[in-house]
């Protein structure tokens, strides 16, 4: 029952170093994302991806990669972390095999920029 | 444009009390999905319930209840004799079948539940 797995759950950068949040699913889901959660703003889309080889922005992409090589992985990366990246994020994925199926969220990333 | 709206950002009851939750959603697709999902003060997203926009019943499950109204494009959730373990942050949600299968999120309402 892993479900969506995301790594590490906490992490402390210092401006302008690179990191990757690794996610993982189980669940042979076609399309997975990232979001990133901040008070007062609920959670916004970073990067989405509908499968392998296919990949397309959110609504806040600027300072992030992303790649989706293998249908289970989608891993993010920060090139050159800034302190307005300190956020939780959250991997998300879903099935598209048919409408509006329920998006599952791993439990989340701390993520720490001084 | 697609948007969803939690007015509420703050809401503390008493354990026992009955409280509901608003969301209204923007949207000009016919086809949509509203969720709700429960953050309690662990982190992780919980989903409750998805509800289809052709599909206007209510739904009751346990303590929790919720009401899609198309007409006032609202999604409201209700709990009924609230207890301490509800204690979390509730977000309202919104996709539609244009929107590239993206899930919008309202901004959430902090629930505490006091004995």
């Known amino acids: 029952n892993a479900g969506v797995t995301q790594t590490p759950k906490f992490q402390v950068l210092k401006t302008g170093q690179s990191m990757t949040l690794q996610c993982a699913q189980d669940m042979n889901h076609e399309y997975m994302s990232w979001y990133r959660q901040d008070p007062g703003m609920g959670l916004r889309l970073i990067h989405y991806s509908v499968g392998a080889g296919i990949t397309d922005q959110g609504e806040v992409p600027n300072g992030y990669n992303v790649s989706r090589s293998t249908t289970e992985d989608f891993p993010l990366r920060l090139l050159s972390a800034a302190p307005s990246q300190t956020s939780v994020y959250f991997c998300?994925?879903?099935?598209?095999?048919?409408?509006?199926?329920?998006?599952?969220f791993g439990e989340g990333s701390w993520l720490t920029v001084v | 444009a697609q948007k969803v709206t939690q007015a509420q950002t703050e809401i503390s009851v008493v354990e026992k009390e009955d409280v509901t939750l608003d969301c209204v959603y923007e949207?000009?697709?016919?086809?949509?999905?509203l969720f709700w999902y429960k953050q309690p003060p662990s982190g992780e997203l919980v989903f409750l319930i998805r509800r289809n926009s052709f599909d206007e019943q209510n739904e009751i499950s346990g303590r929790y209840s919720w009401n899609f109204q198309k007409s006032t494009s609202s999604f409201n959730f209700t709990i009924t004799a609230s207890q301490v373990v509800d204690s979390a942050v509730y977000f309202c949600?919104?996709?539609?079948?244009?929107?590239?299968?993206?899930?919008?999120f309202g901004t959430g309402t902090q629930l505490k539940v006091e004995l």
């Open positions: 998300a994925s879903r099935s598209l095999k048919s409408s509006g199926n329920t998006i599952y």
């Open positions: 949600a919104l996709s539609w079948e244009g929107g590239g299968n993206k899930l919008t």
């Open positions: 949207t000009r697709d016919t086809t949509y999905y």
